[in-house]
């Protein structure tokens, strides 16, 4: 079956580094993807995997082992404007490019 | 910077009523998709579309729902009898191929109560 599960909450300090981890079950994947969802908004793109290894992208990095089913979302410098929900997703093989979410990660940067 | 605009941000109806959600992709995009996320949950696929056809639905996706790309620049949603569990915010998304520029946007999402 599928299944993606990711931490619901975190906590972490302004100017700090935290990492978001997730792992999923697919028998068809086909790419890891990340979001970040403020409250009522809609989910913006923030990183993209598809093989193993680190992607960087400025203060934000997402890794994926695929042998592993694992991702993780680092942050760094953490900025109070990142408090948010951190949603991870994979991509199913087939047609039609469907996402699977997780449940998302709410994450509280404080002073 | 283009983006992904639905309309009505927010959308109040009576049970039974129908309803239809309207979504204008990026400009370039050739594959569109609807999602839902009922209050406090995941966002929940529903269709995706390309070429004037489903490419894929899920259970969520019965006969009471229907997409349409009515001219060149619309996507819409139909639900033709809306249940009191259809309330949840309805996303629009769209990705300009299905490989490894596959990207998808969301747009800002419709508000849907039903009554």
């Known amino acids: 079956g599928q299944n993606i599960d990711q931490p619901t909450e975190m906590t972490a300090t302004e100017g700090a580094i935290v990492q978001i981890n997730c792992t999923y079950q697919?028998?068809?994947?086909?790419?890891l993807f990340w979001y970040q969802q403020h409250a009522g908004e809609a989910p913006t793109f923030l990183s993209y995997?598809?093989?193993?290894g680190l992607e960087e992208k400025g203060r934000f990095s997402s890794f994926l082992s695929r042998s592993k089913g694992y991702s993780y979302l680092l942050l760094k410098e953490l900025q109070m404007k990142d408090s948010a929900s951190y949603l991870c997703?994979?991509?199913?093989?087939?047609?039609?490019?469907?996402?699977?979410f997780g449940t998302g990660t709410q994450l509280k940067v404080e002073l | 910077e283009p983006e992904v605009t639905q309309t009505p941000s927010h959308q109040v109806t009576q049970m039974g009523q129908e309803v239809i959600l309207r979504c204008v992709p990026i400009?370039?995009?050739?594959?569109f998709y609807w999602y839902r996320q009922i209050l406090g949950q995941k966002v929940e696929f529903l269709v995706s579309?390309?070429?004037?056809?489903?490419?894929?639905k899920s259970e969520i996706f019965d006969d009471q729902f229907s997409v349409e790309r009515p001219d060149g620049s619309n996507f819409t949603l139909k639900i033709r009898s809306t249940k009191l569990e259809d309330s949840a915010m309805y996303f629009c998304?769209?990705?300009?191929?299905?490989?490894?520029?596959?990207?998808?946007?969301f747009g800002p999402g419709t508000r849907l109560l039903v009554l």
């Open positions: 998304a769209s990705s300009a191929s299905a490989g490894s520029q596959g990207t998808q946007y």
């Open positions: 697919t028998s068809g994947f086909n790419g």
């Open positions: 995997n598809v093989l193993d």
């Open positions: 997703a994979f991509r199913s093989t087939g047609g039609g490019n469907k996402l699977t």
């Open positions: 400009s370039n995009h050739l594959y």
């Open positions: 579309f390309y070429n004037n056809e489903i490419s894929e």
